[in-house]
């Protein structure tokens, strides 16, 4: 009976340490808000608000996102994020987008969640690009394919596939976590997958030149990437766009493998700065406020600078002399 009572009592302040860390990380992040245009109170409401609706109600909402609706149910933390700091929820990350891609360009979204970044690619992209989306778990991909169907995006295509370093199909028992453990286990079972294709990037895509590839798999990215050598010793696509979050260890990648590899394909790896419209170049991306690694191609950073300053479509955005530095020890392209 008392190792009941003290097992229940440290349950209890295991919970309670659990939520206060989430307050404070709640509280950090909407009061550390890069965004110049964001503002924290008006934000906690809203975040308060969208957590009151998912206690109620079930049923989605539909956002206004960059010239179009986002389908948002109130389980979706993305969906979180946008109710609570509006269309650009990654400031740092959606910027780049905004600022680097062209009309007709083309881009692959691999973990693209409900959409946020492929809803966001696409209004930059317009009917003659195309966006490719990869998402493995079913609820999230559903979401992202009504959005599609509501917005009538017919050049926003949706992959049901898992991306890894190898094709095949998946197979094995439910106690089986491989490749694919980066699946969250708590929407996705492993006799549900059973049977589900497993695919290289450079197989399952016709290879055309993508501007971007975007990659966010729980620490998953490094043996999504080796899936997709075969274009990346080409330089296509010349940008890299990795979330960083979590780490690769778990997949028997460090941190530092991943970006000797990176270099060995000609990668040179930056954070990206939007209130100077400049790429920070960073042997160390980590240490970066962000979490998003941005991998650029040696022979393509003369491009992406040019685009990134409105230089290509004759528009000098160049910040002023007098701005500030962006970080100390990281030197702007």
Known sequence: ???????????????????????????REIIDHPSPKHRA??????????????????QPRDLRYHGMKL??????????????FGTLPDYREMSFLKDYLRRDDCAIDVGANIGAYSLLARSLVGDAGRIDAFEVDQRARLSLVESTLMNRLTNLHVHPR????????????????????????????WGKLNGMNVV?????????????????????????????????????????????????KRYGVSLGQFLDELKALDYQTAVYAPEHRALCFTAKPWLSSGCTLIAIHQQAIPMVRNRLLGVDEGIDVSPSAESKPIHSG????
């Open 1 to 27: 009976m008392r190792q009941r009572l003290v097992d229940a009592e440290v349950q209890l302040l295991t919970g309670a340490g659990t939520l206060f860390r989430r307050l404070i990380h709640f509280f």
């Open 41 to 58: 109170f008006p934000a906690m409401l809203r975040s308060c608000f969208w957590g009151l609706r998912r206690v109620l109600t079930e």
């Open 71 to 84: 389908r948002c149910y109130p389980w979706s933390s993305v969906a979180r994020r946008i109710a609570t």
């Open 162 to 189: 898992a991306v890894g370093a190898t094709s095949r199909v998946l197979e094995g028992d439910s106690s089986r976590q491989d490749e694919l453990i980066h699946v969250r286990m708590d929407r996705l079972h």
């Open 200 to 248: 290289r990037l450079d197989e399952a895509l016709d290879e055309r030149d993508y501007a971007l590839l975007r990659v966010s798999l729980n620490g998953y990215e490094p043996l999504a990437l080796r899936g997709a050598t075969r274009w990346l010793r080409k330089g296509n696509p010349p940008v890299l766009m990795i979330d960083m979050q979590t780490s690769s």
């Open 330 to 333: 990281v030197a702007p392209l």
